[in-house]
């Protein structure tokens, strides 16, 4: 059975916020959204066209703005009320470039690995920086009822990033040749 394509529902969902055109959700996916899922511009318009031919949503036009502006349908609601009810049943799978290089990592010095983690520490720093304007941002916000769910993706993207930091640290510390508390309680017991 084929995977469902999800960007189907984040369109959906997008179009339920209030996201009426492409410019619009493509913002909120980068500065909302890219914390946990990607959609490039070009899948926005393509999506946009499918959902529209399926009869989830229609285009309406704006007062005398050139701008495609979108709306749900009945049936896009209902879509969208559907998929949101439904339980997941996996684990995302992430692609990490780290951890590729790192399962390779044999072919270089423990130095150059010490300085790929160190980076990539130095770039979990930078998006923990990032969730906390996010953070400031969706509690300036005016009372809307989604703000608790948004905050809910983002604490999920705070607390992982931080786990990711702790890990970066433990791994300079094995390969440094120190033990991870772990490894210390296992060979003391």
Aim: hydrophobic letters at 35%; glycine letters at 6%; one cysteine or more.
């Amino acid at each position: 059975m084929p995977k469902e394509n999800m960007t189907r529902y984040a369109i959906l969902g997008l179009l339920a916020s209030g996201c009426t055109s492409g410019y619009e959700m493509k913002h909120t996916i980068d500065t909302s959204l890219n914390h946990f899922w990607k959609i490039s511009f070009g899948q926005v318009y393509p999506m946009l066209k499918t959902l529209a031919q399926e009869g989830l949503i229609v285009e309406e036009t704006g007062d005398g703005d050139d701008r495609k502006m979108f709306v749900l349908t009945s049936d896009g609601e209902a879509e969208l009320g559907r998929w949101v009810q439904e339980p997941t049943t996996e684990l995302p799978v992430q692609r990490n470039e780290l951890l590729l290089k790192l399962y390779f990592a044999r072919h270089e010095s423990k130095d150059t690995t010490i300085q790929k983690i160190n980076q990539h520490a130095a770039l979990l720093r930078e998006r923990l920086d990032m969730y906390q304007m996010i953070e400031q941002s969706i509690r300036s916000y005016p009372g809307t009822d989604e703000a608790v769910y948004w905050l809910l993706t983002l604490d999920y993207g705070k607390r992982k990033t931080q786990a990711l930091l702790e890990w970066c640290a433990a791994s300079i510390q094995t390969l440094e040749g120190g033990k991870d508390d772990e490894t210390r309680d296992r060979n003391t017991k």
